[in-house]
């Protein structure tokens, strides 16, 4: 969503793989494995733990350190799940109750990946939602992930199986679709697109039956429907689809079907020397003035290999001070996000001596894996016209990394 706003990202050298879904907009097919950078392996001493360490959202207040290690212990036995080594696969659990989210430790990577298996699983009246840390460096299978009997997934993987739905009314919650769906057939995976993960419906979902049989009669069914005011736009989602499937007449000016990121093509022959990197940071990493100086170096250290870099600018968000908003807070929150979005915060700008050292930046970094976000890039000559302006960016600044900037 980023990389279209800006406008920027239809110029040659664009990227060379697609938005992952968990980092951007959920549900998008997620790239194919890529070189790793800088927290990836052997950039970061701590990957061997965090590669045994499964990030779990949404935790209501009975989950608990204890009830949680228990459940996973007791389910992963049951199903034979895991390595099967004597003992239990739960090392440590750690819950955050003010941010509804927990960490649980396993005691190997293998039993690790085995458990996001179960991703989707209802535990104490709700499903879990499980992902690798954000700073997970590690590969990922190209395997097929396990299915549990009676477990929805949350993560809809690309595949040739994989099925996009548009035109939901927006007022339908993940049950209600879930339940029209599963008329076709259990389903394996399931995952209604809200804005910023947990906001209102966008009204499209991506989806995937158990057995595979039923994708293309679901398809043919669904497609045409009658929903409350609108019509359903269902097709295959992946890349690689089934050709000759007909679009419906009047179905597109109602939803936007997200698309891949163009591929790169030739940048050798330009004068952009500004390489600009979108889904490389997020707001989290920039608040603290230690990490976002550690970040800062090793960002550098890494642009610094393909030639000389001139300047380096993240630009960091307005520090909230939520004791002041009142009454009035989700206003202010709002205003504070545009006043980031402005500033430029979420994008990174490398600028290099030469354009060529730029052109093999991009060339080598489009597509790497940046504490598990797949980088998006392309090129910005001097003279680009951008939001916010590049003098504004580029303007200057002490050496020491600049503080947060007050409300």
Wanted: net charge negative.
């Amino acid at each position: 969503m980023q990389a279209k706003q800006t406008g920027l990202f239809n110029l040659p050298g664009a990227n060379r793989t697609q938005i992952p879904p968990i980092l951007a907009i959920p549900g998008l097919p997620p790239p194919l494995p890529v070189q790793s950078f800088g927290m990836g392996i052997g950039g970061n001493p701590n990957l061997s733990r965090q590669s045994r360490r499964l990030y779990i959202g949404s935790i209501t207040p009975d989950i608990n350190e204890q009830n949680l290690a228990d459940f996973f212990n007791s389910k992963m036995k049951e199903m034979s799940i895991g390595t099967g080594a004597p003992g239990n696969p739960v090392l440590a659990v750690q819950c955050n109750y003010e941010k509804n989210y927990a960490f649980v430790e396993f005691r190997s990577a293998e039993d690790a990946t085995a458990a996001m298996a179960f991703d989707g699983i209802i535990f104490l009246n709700g499903p879990l939602k499980i992902r690798r840390p954000k700073d997970y460096g590690g590969p990922e299978s190209i395997a097929p992930m396990m299915h549990v009997p009676g477990v929805v997934s949350t993560n809809v993987p690309d595949s040739i199986n994989k099925i996009f739905v548009g035109g939901l009314p927006t007022y339908l919650n993940e049950e209600q679709v879930m339940e029209l769906l599963k008329s076709f057939g259990e389903l394996k995976a399931f995952n209604l697109v809200r804005e910023n993960g947990n906001g209102p419906s966008k009204g499209f979902a991506f989806f995937e039956y158990v057995d595979t049989g039923v994708t293309d009669v679901a398809i043919q069914s669904l497609s045409g429907m009658e929903l409350g005011d609108k019509y359903l736009v269902v097709q295959r989602a992946s890349v690689g689809a089934k050709p000759g499937q007909s679009p419906i007449p009047g179905m597109y000016d109602q939803v936007e079907i997200p698309k891949p990121i163009l591929p790169a093509t030739d940048v050798d022959n330009t004068d952009a020397r500004i390489l600009l990197m979108l889904n490389m940071v997020v707001t989290e990493d920039l608040t603290d003035d230690q990490d976002y100086a550690d970040l800062f170096e090793d960002i550098k250290e890494e642009c610094s290999k393909y030639g000389v870099v001139e300047d380096l600018r993240i630009p960091r968000p307005v520090k909230r001070d939520k004791g002041k908003w009142g009454e009035s807070g989700h206003d202010s929150a709002i205003a504070a996000q545009r006043i980031d979005e402005a500033s430029g915060v979420g994008r990174v700008y490398v600028k290099y001596r030469e354009s060529y050292s730029a052109a093999q930046a991009l060339k080598a970094l489009a597509g790497r894996s940046f504490a598990g976000r797949s980088i998006i890039a392309t090129l910005l000559s001097d003279d680009s016209q951008t939001t916010p302006p590049l003098n504004l960016i580029f303007a200057p600044q002490p050496e020491a990394p600049p503080p947060l900037p007050q409300d």
